[in-house]
Structures are given as structure tokens and as C-alpha cells.
């Protein structure tokens, strides 16, 4: 089975940067489309960023464009999301999702084609 776990999640003022790791184990043999969503209280789950198994292929939700980064950290089996430029309405619980796919070089964006999923780190952004 495939594990997601989530960290780095917190409390950070408007303007402020954090960085979220999403550690990936169990059946690694393979390639997996990654990606990150979030959902606020009281709101459907959004999607934020996506990345290849590769790296070298990224997609943004507008929102975020220009503020996020979405990376693959190979040697640790991760993805991370450096989030800059805070906003309040950035606050949700940032979810890791991950789906294995046959090529390296596959992005997948939508949360119905994504199989497993990490248990959610809480970003809280005051202003």
C-alpha cells in the first residue's frame, strides 16, 4: 500500500511564507502524478498544484500562480509546496494526493483521478 504524510503545516502571518512535505512510501516502484488541494471550512475541496513524477512538468490553480512552488525532492521520495506571499484566504487544510501512473511525464489535475490521498496539514494564515 502507499502512504501519504503530510507536514509543515502552521500558523503565519498575511505576507508570510511556509513549506509543506509530502512524503510518499509503501509501493514506490512505480511513477505517481502528485498533487496538493485544499479545503477551507465550510467549502468544497480545490485544487492547488500539480507535478510529474519527472518534475518537469507543473500546473497552478490561479490563485496561487506566482506565489506557490510545487517541487519533487527525489532522494527523499517527496513533494513540497513552498507557499509565499500568504493570503488569509490561503487558510484550509492542504491535502497530498498522489496517483500511479505509467509515465514518468503524466499530470493529473483532477481530484477524482487521484488514488490515495495524505491525512491533511492545517494552514492558518491571520491577517
Known amino acids: 500500500q502507499v502512504q501519504l504524510v503530510e507536514s509543515g503545516g502552521g500558523l503565519v502571518q498575511a505576507g508570510g511564507s511556509l513549506r509543506l512535505s509530502c512524503v510518499i512510501s509503501g509501493r514506490t516502484v512505480t511513477s505517481y502524478a502528485m498533487g496538493w488541494f485544499r479545503q477551507a471550512p465550510g467549502k468544497e475541496r480545490e485544487f492547488v498544484a500539480a507535478i510529474t513524477w519527472s518534475g518537469d512538468s507543473t500546473y497552478y490553480a490561479n490563485s496561487v500562480k506566482g506565489r506557490f512552488t510545487i517541487s519533487r525532492d527525489k532522494p527523499k521520495n517527496a513533494v513540497v509546496l513552498k507557499m509565499n506571499s500568504l493570503k488569509p484566504e490561503d487558510t484550509a487544510v492542504y491535502y497530498c494526493?498522489?496517483?500511479?501512473?505509467?509515465?514518468?511525464?503524466?499530470?493529473?489535475?483532477?481530484?477524482?483521478?487521484?488514488?490515495?490521498w495524505g491525512q491533511g496539514t492545517q494552514v492558518t494564515v491571520s491577517s
Open positions: 494526493a498522489a496517483r500511479a501512473v505509467p509515465l514518468d511525464t503524466i499530470l493529473v489535475i483532477a481530484s477524482n483521478e487521484f488514488d490515495y
